[in-house]
């Protein structure tokens, strides 16, 4: 009986090689970037998905991936708001997004204002 890993439909690590060093450079040369939720898969190898929680962390990622900020998109579903930008960077297409609430974020900007010395 073959095991499931060894199906031709499965590719190997290697293969997903270039997302994983682009992360790691990232992480290297921008060490304060955001944290973000990853997916990767073997289907789409050079593709990156990027969650984040809220518009300044999407913009923290534009500027170190250099996009153009024309390249962001905002769209809204109901009382949710998408802010999202695709890009190919260092051979990778990072799709960078955060869906949140608008009041959520008002209420987060001014929590931080506060705080701030």
């Keep these: 009986m073959a095991n ?6 499965s ?24 944290g973000a939720y990853f997916a990767l898969s073997e289907v789409l190898p050079r593709e990156l998905a990027v969650q984040l ?6 913009e923290a990622w534009r ?5 153009p900020f024309e390249k962001v998109v905002l769209r809204r579903a109901g009382a949710r708001t ?7 960077v260092y051979g990778v297409e990072f799709s960078v997004y955060a869906v949140y609430e608008p009041d959520q974020q008002v209420e ?6 506060v705080r701030a010395p």
Excluded: C, I, Y
Excluded at 11 to 34: C, F, R, Y
Excluded at 108 to 113: I, L, N, V
């Design 4 to 9: 499931t890993w060894d199906t031709p439909s």
């Design 11 to 34: 590719a190997a690590l290697s293969e997903q090689a270039t997302v994983l060093v682009a992360l790691a450079g990232l992480a290297v040369s921008h060490p304060d970037l955001p």
């Design 53 to 58: 929680d809220s518009p300044s962390k999407v």
């Design 63 to 67: 500027a170190a991936l250099n996009v």
């Design 82 to 88: 998408q802010l999202k930008f695709v890009a190919t």
């Design 108 to 113: 987060e900007a001014r929590d931080d204002a």
